[in-house]
């Protein structure tokens, strides 16, 4: 037991006296597009152009547009077999598999009672993350028995990001960053001082202010910058330990080295 103690102290010490993480450069490929969303292990790109989704694998590009559901402006695909389009315009949500067929769409004006959504991100089974600008809540939503299984007290400042895992959902704020579980309890909240954005790993956080990236371990609240050397951030994302910075129309690919 004390062994496991002095393990847990030496790791806690050691990443908390870490003053950045490196990454080392992979390779990058050029990528002409208006929104990049994400890349899999699989080298499967999404991406948006002209407010159409596109999949685009080694073999194939496959695409999705639903032109009178107004702007595109929400795309995650956490689940790549439940891909999750939010139309704001409509307050409308899409669920589309994994070869961009819609199998599910949720109008949220056509519910009782109404819900004014923001922002969605994926839960676990058939659930949404959404917030309700009207009540100012995070809320899981399950869209096939269209009910609310978990809501959080209300937020007090302006969402300005929203990223989810199947246990956890992660609510950026102007003040704060919080942390739920799928029962809507608060885990923890770290105070916002300046990120705009983030993404999630493994429950592994990264933060982005101005053009520095942020590196905080699921373990602890330690914020530990992220060495990109002045490179220009316009998206970026993790996947495992691997950075995607998407910037000039080019996509390069980094290896985070973590302790």
Avoid at 4 to 23: G, L, P, R
Avoid at 45 to 68: A, P
Avoid at 129 to 141: A, G, P, S, T, V
Avoid at 235 to 246: P, S
């Amino acid at each position: 037991m004390k062994y496991t103690y002095y393990i847990f102290i030496f790791f806690f010490v050691s990443i908390s006296a870490q003053e950045s993480v490196a990454i080392k450069f992979i390779d990058s490929v050029n990528l002409k597009t208006e929104t990049l969303i994400s890349v899999d292990n699989f080298n499967t790109v999404f991406y948006v152009n002209n407010n159409i989704l596109h999949k685009k694998t080694d073999t194939k590009t496959i695409t999705y547009n639903n032109l009178q559901l107004g702007n595109l402006s929400i795309v995650n695909t956490f689940n790549p077999l439940k891909i999750n389009l939010f139309y704001n315009d409509f307050n409308t949500v899409v669920v589309l598999d994994n070869r961009l067929a819609e199998v599910f769409k949720i109008d949220f004006n056509t519910l009782s009672p109404y819900k004014n959504v923001s922002h969605i991100s994926t839960g676990y089974d058939n659930t949404l993350w959404i917030f309700n600008q009207d009540l100012q809540k995070l809320e899981l939503f399950d869209y096939k028995t269209k009910t609310t299984r978990a809501q959080t007290t209300p937020v007090q400042s302006e969402v300005l990001d929203i990223k989810s895992n199947y246990n956890f959902c992660w609510l950026l704020t102007k003040n704060y960053l919080y942390t739920y579980n799928y029962f809507g309890s608060l885990v923890k909240k770290i105070k916002n001082t300046g990120y705009t954005t983030l993404t999630e790993s493994n429950e592994n956080i990264i933060l982005k202010s101005e053009n520095t990236l942020f590196y905080i371990p699921k373990d602890n609240d330690v914020k530990i910058p992220i060495d990109t050397s002045n490179l220009l951030i316009n998206q970026f994302f993790v996947v495992n330990e691997t950075l995607y910075i998407y910037s000039n129309n080019v996509l390069s690919k980094y290896q985070l080295k973590i302790l």
